[in-house]
């Protein structure tokens, strides 16, 4: 069964920081790129932060580009999205996804995504 975990999100005062860790199984966690989106109410889902496989190759949406990293630790199956100086408008779900490869700059497209999880609410006060 494929599965996809979020955890990490919570309330943080504006300027706080939030770790997002997304726990994969039930596939070849190597082999697929990951993704993180996030919805905020009323808004449609968006792309934030993508890796490939490998971790070589790294997109991050112009919104959050220098506040927020994506990483992966393929021996522990599990993605990160460490979430620096955040903002009233970052709050939202936020969802990890599982694509079979990386799609270079187009990898923030929900579309290539097969797996989600899912998600997990960050709420940033100001």
């Known amino acids: 069964e494929v599965q996809l975990v979020e955890s990490g999100g919570g309330l943080v005062q504006a300027g706080g920081s939030l770790r997002l860790s997304c726990i994969i199984s039930?596939?070849?966690?190597?082999?697929?790129?990951i993704g993180w989106f996030r919805q905020a109410p009323g808004k449609e889902r968006e792309g934030v932060s993508c890796?490939?496989?490998?971790?070589?190759?790294?997109l991050h949406a112009d919104s959050v580009k220098g506040r927020f990293t994506i990483s992966r630790d393929n021996a522990k199956n599990t993605v990160y999205l460490q979430m620096n100086s955040l903002k009233p408008e970052d709050m939202a779900v936020y969802y990890c996804?599982?694509?079979?490869?990386?799609?270079?700059?187009?990898?923030?497209?929900?579309?290539?995504?097969?797996?989600w999880g899912q998600g997990t609410q960050v709420t940033v006060s100001s």
């Open positions: 996804a599982a694509a079979p490869n990386y799609y270079g700059t187009t990898c923030l497209l929900e579309l290539w995504y097969d797996y």
């Open positions: 039930g596939f070849t966690f190597d082999d697929y790129a």
């Open positions: 890796i490939s496989s490998s971790d070589s190759r790294i």
